[in-house]
């Protein structure tokens, strides 16, 4: 008898995936625990196995579709029962009925009258008047965008690398792409499993051309997360500086010993243990809802996030334990997080759990933002671009390295007080770098 597999789940509090892949098709003999799809889930690019050897008897949908935990996906069952049913296909996935087209739109009876005026800021807006569509305009295969900057020297280094240099986010002033940006993207290899490169759809909205893009992914967990975070926190952001003038200098002096051990030494680090020691001072911004119980839950553990840019946007997968971690520990996890979550090889629970995140947006440039919260955590730390300013001390005037941050926080669990006691205590950390290594 024909089994029928449900897509299992793959996570804790997962309630559906995307399909990425099918590894197989209608008719192909698969062994137990062989690779059947690979979908996508919160975020990760995760390998879903055959429960049992058979022959696939049917598939149900296709790259792009949405999937729900407990959902049949396949249908597996023995070799007479595949040769009694050569003629069944992979079962699309549920889709809407076909949208009718719009009924005639009435003839205009005053073609010159804007018979309901909009009202803006400034006044009234002039409407464009109802008129006979325009033809559309051409089309093209592509629009063009803007070429990257990168000096001939470099671009020559991505063609050898077999780079695509159009793709690299720049890093270097003004957004320009380094040999270091090019080094870094050969390292990563090819485009990362749930790309949505190529699934642009040229098109025209009847102003000029345009491409579609679907709304999947990364890009689609983005948009339902930055939604959930606005309608169910009170966010409030707060801004400071902080001099790292003593930190740089330790991170400098630590660099060569740590490459030495193979890690790239940034501040990061550094700003994860200055996070865990301001949770240990304000819990409260170590706290989180639970609205059923109507009850605030404070963790005693430091999961702390943090952002990673990637190819279809940001991920956030935590470091676990960030306060039971050295500085190098810290790096290499750091590194070896932001590399898998550039290849999607994630694990789950990379992304579940975190206590608070950092976003570390002045890597690209920007001094300070409004950093959306990671719901249900409580707050956010941005970190915008260092840069040397000249700053009054004990009576003169120096140039020192000054850190931008500005801190989101949920107002319906922190107070204004309690969080700029924790930005505080952060810059406390920062400015007296002993406090970070020594763990207090």
């Known amino acids: ?63 792009g579709d949405i999937i729900r935990v407990g959902e049949v996906i396949a249908s597996i069952g023995d070799e ?57 305009p051409e089309v093209p295969a592509t629009l063009s965008r803007p070429r990257v900057e990168a000096l001939p020297k470099d671009r020559e280094l991505a063609k050898r690398l077999g780079v695509d240099i159009e793709l690299i986010h720049g890093t270097a002033a003004k957004g320009r792409v380094s040999e270091d940006d090019i080094r870094k993207a050969a390292a990563l290899g090819a485009p990362q499993k749930g790309s949505r490169a190529g699934e642009a759809k040229p098109g025209a909205d009847g102003f000029g051309p345009v491409e579609r893009v679907p709304l999947r992914g990364v890009r689609r967990r983005i948009a339902q997360a930055m939604t959930e975070s606005l309608a169910r926190t009170a966010p409030v952001t707060v801004m400071d500086e902080a001099d ?19 890690v790239r030494l940034s501040l990061l680090p550094f700003l994860v243990k200055a996070a865990v020691g301001a949770l ?30 990637t190819q279809d946007g940001l ?39 975190g206590c608070f995140t950092i976003t570390n947006y002045g890597s690209i440039g920007g001094l300070f ?27 003169a005037i120096r140039v020192k390295k000054v850190l931008p ?19 505080n205590d952060v810059i406390r950390h920062i400015e007296d770098p002993d406090l970070i290594l020594v763990g207090i």
Do not use: C
Not at 244 to 262: D, S, T
Not at 328 to 351: H, P, Y
Not at 369 to 395: C, F, S, W
């Open 315 to 353: 991920i956030v997968p935590n470091v676990k334990d960030a306060d039971k971690k050295s500085i190098l520990q810290l790096a290499r996890e750091l590194e070896d997080l932001a590399q898998k979550s550039r290849r999607r090889t994630l694990d789950v629970k990379d992304l579940k759990g």
């Open 1 to 63: 008898m024909a089994f029928d597999f449900k897509f299992p789940d793959v996570g804790e509090g997962l309630t559906e995936g995307e399909i990425v892949e099918w590894k197989v098709k209608v008719g192909d003999r698969v062994q137990s625990h062989q690779v059947l799809l690979e979908a996508e889930t919160d975020k990760a690019v995760v390998e879903i196995p055959a429960p049992r050897e058979g022959f696939i008897l049917s598939l149900k949908g296709g790259p």
């Open 80 to 136: 007479a029962e595949a040769k009694s049913a050569p003629a069944r296909a992979s079962i699309p996935a549920a889709t809407a009925p076909p949208v009718p087209p719009p009924a005639p739109r009435p003839a205009v009876v005053e073609p010159y009258t804007v018979q309901t005026p909009s009202v803006g800021v400034v006044g009234r807006l002039e409407e464009a008047l109802d008129e006979a569509p325009a033809a559309a």
């Open 280 to 309: 240990k001072r304000v819990p409260e911004m170590n706290t989180t809802l639970d609205d059923e119980r109507g009850e605030v839950v404070f963790r005693a553990y430091y999961h702390i996030g943090v952002a990673v840019d």
């Open 244 to 262: 790292v003038e003593e930190l740089w200098a330790i991170r400098e002096k630590m660099k060569g010993q740590a490459r030495k051990e193979g």
């Open 405 to 423: 941050l500005s801190l989101t926080f949920d107002h319906r669990l922190v107070d204004g007080g309690h969080a700029q006691h924790f930005l």
């Open 369 to 395: 933002g409004t950093p959306i919260i990671n719901y249900p955590e409580a707050g956010i730390l941005g970190v915008g671009r260092m840069a040397d300013k000249p700053v009054a001390e004990q009576g």
